[in-house]
């Protein structure tokens, strides 16, 4: 692994999968998504170059943008009644963001259940707090949520660098250090490369997702 996730390639910036995930600040999976319906998202093709498959940059903001365009545009009307430590089903989840059916939920909620239920017939329940609910319809807009971060329990407060896009990037390249045993003492290099910020924003976001993930850090 060695750790890129933007390169010039014929004098074009060219993403990898980690690089879209974090130019976009979606998640990993969230990219991989996109690419498996590629027809239903409109996601960019991509090409092999050393192994790997990437996407030209200027295809990625292209997509990205008319994304959240159509995201904007199915916004709905939410309902802010309620105590926002009620725990909602997928119904009712989708009743608070205006949705006719639990169908339209977002995958920020599907992939991210607060709680999990497995009944009696072995189908799985996701329920979310209601305030979880209106943290995802505020991100839409981009307004200040009123609720606890997405994911937050307890007393403990989000790192600063919680909501940064470039933190998944940290993350996957710690967490791939970690399974190969490698040294980490270089990774604020290769991160401040990856994603073209200083060394002392690389080693903080590395701090950031150490923190995040449990492990000592780099």
Known sequence: MNGVARQVIDGRIALDRA???AHTGAAYSTVIHWRSHRARFGFPEGFAHDGREW???DD???FHAAHLRAKRAELTRVDRRG???DL???GAAAKVLGYGSYRNLPDTLLHHPDRVETLPD???RRLWFRRTVWAVADARTGRQSTGRPLGASGARQPHPYADDPR???AVTLLAEANAAGQDRRGLGVILAQQLGITPR???RLLAAAADATGAAPA
């Open 19 to 21: 690089g879209v995930a």
């Open 55 to 57: 996407f030209w940059l």
């Open 60 to 62: 990625i903001e292209a």
């Open 83 to 85: 105590d926002p430590e």
């Open 88 to 90: 909602l089903g997928s």
């Open 122 to 124: 072995g189908r799985v």
């Open 167 to 169: 933190l998944r990037a």
């Open 201 to 203: 924003t690389a080693q």
